[in-house]
Every structure is written in C-alpha cells, then in structure tokens.
Nanobody
Framework: QVQLVESGGGLVQPGGSLRLSCSAAGFTLDYYAIAWFRQAPGKEREGVSSFSITDSKTYYADSVKGRFTISRDGAKNTVYLQMNSLKPEDTAVYYC?????????????????????WGQGTQVTVSS
C-alpha cells in the first residue's frame, strides 16, 4: 500500500523558516518524481516544487524561487521542502505527491494531473 506522510508544518512569523518532510511507508520513493503542492482556502491546489528521481532536476513555482529548496534523502526514503523567507501568502495546506509514470515534459512537473499518490497534508500558517 502506497502511503505518504507529511510533517513539519506549523505557525511561523513572516520572514521565518520551516522544513517540511514527506516520508514513504510501504514503498521506496524511487518513482519518477516527488512534488510538493499547496492549497489555500478557496483556491485550487498549486504546484510548488518537484524533484525528478531520474535525473535529480528540480522545479519551482515562480512564487517560491529563491526561497524554497526541495531535496531528497534516499537512505531515509524522505523528501524535504526547506522554506525560507516565508510570507503570509505561503499559508496553505502542503501536500506531497508521487508520480509513478514518466513525465513527458519539464513543463508538466508542477501539474497536479501527473501525480498519483498523495499524503494527507500539513498546515503551514505564516502570520504575525
């Protein structure tokens, strides 16, 4: 059974940092890609960052470039999202997802439809 578990969310002040973790249970995180998405109230789920397992390329939404960093620890079967310089607009539930099929284009790595399995999400709130 494929299970992803996110952790590390919480309340942080603007300008602060958090590190999210996505751990796999029951399988190895060696599919084609692992990504972080987020969903704020009343908004659609949006791609934040993705890590390509096949070539270790990383992808970021424009809104988080230079502030967020995605990384993978194969030994721990975990993917991380380091979030720095957090802003109130980063407030959302953050989800990790895994793509079990090949992603045909770099343009698709932050597309929701490419990912098959999801965790339950972790809340990130940026507020003073």
């Amino acid at each position: 059974q494929v299970q992803l578990v996110e952790s590390g969310g919480g309340l942080v002040q603007p300008g602060g940092s958090l590190r999210l973790s996505c751990s796999a249970a029951g399988f190895t995180l060696d599919y084609y890609a692992i990504a972080w998405f987020r969903q704020a109230p009343g908004k659609e789920r949006e791609g934040v960052s993705s890590f390509s397992i096949t070539d270790s390329k990383t992808y970021y939404a424009d809104s988080v470039k230079g502030r967020f960093t995605i990384s993978r620890d194969g030994a721990k079967n975990t993917v991380y999202l380091q979030m720095n310089s957090l802003k109130p607009e980063d407030t959302a539930v953050y989800y990790c997802g895994t793509a079990t099929g090949e992603i045909d284009s770099d343009m698709y790595y932050l597309r929701y439809e490419e990912y098959d399995y999801w965790g339950q999400g972790t809340q990130v709130t940026v507020s003073s």
